[in-house]
């Protein structure tokens, strides 16, 4: 085994180092993606989805490159994989079906301290331990008052595991949730 120095792109990751810590970034992945899918001059728009439909085998139009399609849902499950903001977006919003979007959140909000977590054990059995809190953003004002209030409501019994997960990593710093709202702000 030999030692190629300070690592600068693996497995989709961009790491930047600096005298502050380590930069992760999969823009550089993301974009090529993009690329490859051949959709760097197309606009964004939101797509409606239906639901409760049922597809065969025998709908639609055949691809004309079946391989490439296959390349580009493994690509974006990669992503959704190793990208918790994008992980939240996709898994959570779909597959929670709640009254309340607090519910969805902190759902969201569980899952993501969940994963922090896990990164904190990893960097600290690589040699780097986390000696601040890892923010959490969240657009929710109800989420993140959930988060800090002891007391349980009637509304809120259905999440209460949940609840307890991210208080005890919030009161121990691992977590801390500061409010942002994400259409007005960068993160």
Request: proline letters at 3%.
């Amino acid at each position: 085994m030999k030692d190629l120095g300070p690592s600068r792109y693996c497995l989709g990751i961009e790491v930047v180092s600096s005298p502050k810590g380590y930069f992760l970034s999969h823009a550089k992945y993301a974009n090529e993606v993009i690329h490859r899918a051949s959709l760097t001059n197309t606009k964004i728009s939101n797509t409606s989805v239906e639901l409760n439909v049922k597809r065969n085998t025998t709908d639609g139009v055949l691809l004309d490159n079946p391989t490439l399609y296959q390349e580009l849902v493994g690509c974006l499950v990669y992503l959704t994989v190793t990208r918790l903001d994008l992980a939240y977006v996709v898994h959570v919003k779909q597959t929670v079906v709640a009254r309340s979007t607090a519910k969805v959140e902190y759902h969201a909000m569980a899952h993501a301290t969940a994963e922090v977590v896990w990164l904190h054990c990893l960097l600290s059995d690589l040699g780097i331990p986390q000696s601040s809190p890892t923010s959490l953003y969240c657009d929710n004002h109800s989420a993140i008052q959930i988060a800090h209030n002891t007391v349980f409501y009637e509304q809120t019994k259905h999440i209460e595991i949940d609840c307890h997960f991210v208080r005890q990593h919030l009161q121990s710093g691992s977590i801390s949730l500061p409010f942002r709202l994400f259409g007005s702000a960068t993160c």
